[in-house]
């Protein structure tokens, strides 16, 4: 009784704390939509589009006022009014490089964001086969448990009747003691492995996983198609290219900075009259043009643009590097998918279900008298491995496809 009043108040539990049980699509649903760190990570998109904008600023103008008086009170030599206005400009286009720099980060950002979704994709498929292990490993140590437990209650009473020795019944109590640490403990495991989905799908609590089959992602690829696929969609080898690309840019800026520069000025005077008696003057208007040309001797050192040029160099070893590791991961990927589809093929549902009719046979002979405790302890170990040993094959499997289609850069 008091078991099942236990277990009811696990079944509640979620529901008085709001958990709520989700199934595979719509965990990365939620993945998508609500985890902290991918909506923090969308900002960074705004701040490079924001960026851009202010990179097609042009150069402000300068407006100057200025006013004079030439004693005029005491020698009468007048006053003048100034006003003038100049504008700078560079003759080779640094707001156009400018500009492309900018451009060419927001893109690179994008890319950036698009390569932490794959990753963040991989990482939740990886937690949810984790999570679907705990349970299956959960469930199993249970059944196991609550059969030992049967087991040692009525070896009990065998005992008080004389009908086996008193060491058997002992033996099977600590036995049934032992499997229920190891399930007290998987219950654990699982509920950690639900606290990390709820995490990922930014804090929404989760209560359950749904019963629904394993979901199983098979990459419709050909072995010799996968390199290409890889190269077309992996975000991060965009984002290698979108670098080389960027440091071409900023050596087009530095450039571009080194060009020459020039000054327009344009500027208008009124003098008011002279009434001095040694040299009177009428009121006169001026107006003035200038240029300015600056004298860049600041281009004679070229440290600025070698660094530009090694980071253009550098930016292509780079590429190759991310080109040869993108290979490297496919073919690491698709040797494990290979390898989990193998192993999982040996734990089908048909074993365990064989394994737990054979305990089922061996506990209602066991109970008669016609099998010894070695072989009935013997049962419930032998169904423990297979039940796990399956868990943790389908397991492995949907994890393994979650790393292929990462590494190809699928959806």
């Given at each position: ?123 939740a498929t990886v937690a949810w086969s984790e999570a679907w292990e705990a349970r299956e490993t959960e469930r199993a140590l249970c059944s196991s448990y609550e059969t030992m437990q049967r087991i040692a209650a009525a070896d009990s009473l065998r005992a008080a009747l004389g009908d086996i020795r008193r060491s058997d019944a002992v033996q099977s109590a600590l036995e049934a003691l032992t499997l229920k640490g190891e399930w007290l403990q998987a219950r654990a495991d699982y509920r950690n492995a639900l606290a990390d989905l709820s995490l990922l799908a930014g804090g929404q609590p989760l209560g359950d996983i749904a019963e629904d089959p394993m979901p199983l992602m098979v990459p419709d690829v050909a072995p010799g198609e996968l390199m ?184």
């Open positions: 009784m008091k078991k099942c009043i236990y277990s009811l108040c696990l079944l509640l539990m979620p529901l008085v704390l709001g958990a709520q049980t989700l199934d595979y699509r719509q965990f990365l649903q939620a993945v998508a939509r609500d985890n902290a760190t991918l909506l923090a990570e969308k900002y960074n998109v705004e701040i490079a589009a924001a960026n851009l904008q202010a990179a097609r600023v042009f150069n402000d103008p300068e407006l100057s006022v200025a006013y004079t008086d030439n004693e005029d009170n005491t020698l009468m030599m007048g006053r003048s009014y100034e006003a003038g206005l100049s504008y700078g400009f560079s003759l080779g286009g640094v707001r156009r490089a400018r500009i492309g720099v900018a451009a060419t980060e927001q893109e690179l950002t994008e890319a950036a964001l698009a390569d932490f979704f794959r990753t963040l994709r991989e990482e290409d696929i890889a190269e077309r969609n992996r975000a991060d080898l965009k984002a290698a290219e979108l670098s080389r690309t960027l440091s071409q840019k900023n050596l087009a800026l530095v450039r571009a900075s080194r060009a020459m520069e020039l000054g327009l000025e344009l500027g208008y005077a009124h003098n008011t009259e002279v009434r001095n008696e040694i040299a009177p003057a009428p009121a006169f208007n001026a107006i003035t043009f200038g240029v300015t040309i600056p004298l860049k001797f600041s281009s004679l050192n070229r440290g600025e643009r070698a660094a530009a040029q090694a980071a253009v160099s550098q930016s292509e070893r780079y590429l190759d590097a991310a080109r040869q590791t993108v290979r490297t991961e496919v073919l690491q990927a698709w040797n494990a998918w290979q390898a989990a589809c193998e192993v999982a093929e040996h734990y089908s549902d048909k074993i365990v279900s064989e394994a737990k009719e054979i305990l089922e046979g061996i506990e209602f002979t066991y109970s008669h008298g016609d099998a010894s405790l070695v072989e009935m302890l013997t049962a419930v170990r032998t169904y423990n491995d297979v039940a796990l040993s399956a868990a943790q094959a389908q397991a492995a499997r949907l994890a393994a496809a979650a790393r292929l289609q990462a590494a190809l850069g699928l959806e």
